[in-house]
Structure formats: C-alpha cells, structure tokens
C-alpha cells in the first residue's frame, strides 16, 4: 500500500472485514465452483506464505484467511486513520447507502474530491452465511478457530 501512496497520495482504502470463518467457508465454495477441487489453490497467496500449496485444503484455508487478514491489518497500521475506513460486511450489506454516505464524507475529507455514485444504490443486501453442509466443514470451522480464537 506504501508504493502506491507515493504514486497516488490521495488514495483512499476501505477494507470490508468479515467473520473470518464465513470467508474460510466462502473460500471453500468458490474452489468447488471454479475447480471442483477443494485442494486447488484459489484467491490471493499471503506474502512469504508459499508453503501453504503443501498442506491440505483446511489447513491451507485457514491459514490463508489468517494471513491475509494479518497482512491487510498490518498495512492499515501505516496508514494515516484519515487515508482508510474499515467496514463490517453486515453492516455494509444491512444499510449499503449510509456506509456509502460514510465513505464519500471520509474521502471528501481526507483528498478534497467528492465522490458522486451513479445510479441507483441498493436498500440492502442479504447477509450471505456459507453453507456448512459439506462433508468437513466442522473440521474446517475448527481449523479456523486455532487462528482466530
């Protein structure tokens, strides 16, 4: 994120954090979508983490969200609190329009640019919940909790 400051100073991040077990759960799902595997890689590989494609699926979930999550919190830290927001997924997906709002005051304040959306912008959406219905799920919500509990 440093890099890119320099490049572009007035840029603005918002991180929209989510219970890290339904990401864990989500990113199960989206490897059986695209690869009809849970062993194969999907998504972004934390930094120094490469070692993660040796272990099995659960594991390499878990400690995928894990570090991700570390690293992105980690980033914020070296930010100005004025140059990012963090949002909760419920909170965005339960009132979209005042977390838009939040974020064109912020912006507006940190760069001086004033943000306008076009079209319209949703009432709400639904709070998407992973299914835990697949054959290791609990073992998987288990791996989870080791690194966030």
């Known amino acids: 994120m ?3 400051l320099k490049i572009l100073p ?9 219970n890290p077990i339904d990401v864990a ?8 979508a695209y690869y009809n595997d849970p062993n194969k890689w999907l998504s972004m ?17 878990s400690k995928q969200v894990y570090y991700l999550n570390s690293f ?3 980033q ?7 140059s990012f927001m963090v949002i909760e997924y ?3 997906c339960l009132d979209p329009v005042d977390v838009m709002k939040k974020i ?8 001086g640019y004033e943000l306008n959306f076009n079209g319209d912008i949703p009432y709400k959406f639904e709070v998407e919940t992973p299914s835990r219905d697949f054959n290791g799920a609990s073992d998987l919500i288990k791996e989870v909790q080791k690194y966030f509990n």
């Not at 007035?10 to 989510?18: E, L, N, P």
């Not at 759960?25 to 059986?32: D, E, F, M, P």
């Not at 064109?104 to 760069?111: A, C, I, Q, R, S």
């Open 76 to 82: 914020l830290k070296k930010l100005s609190e004025k």
């Open 2 to 4: 440093g890099g890119m």
């Open 10 to 18: 007035d840029t603005f991040f918002v991180y929209i954090k989510r």
């Open 104 to 111: 064109k005051e912020k912006v507006l304040l940190h760069t």
């Open 72 to 74: 992105y919190e980690e």
């Open 45 to 61: 590989i934390p930094p120094n983490c490469d070692n993660l494609l040796n272990e099995s699926w659960k594991v390499q979930i």
């Open 25 to 32: 759960l989500s990113l199960y799902h989206a490897r059986i």
């Open 90 to 92: 419920e909170e965005l």
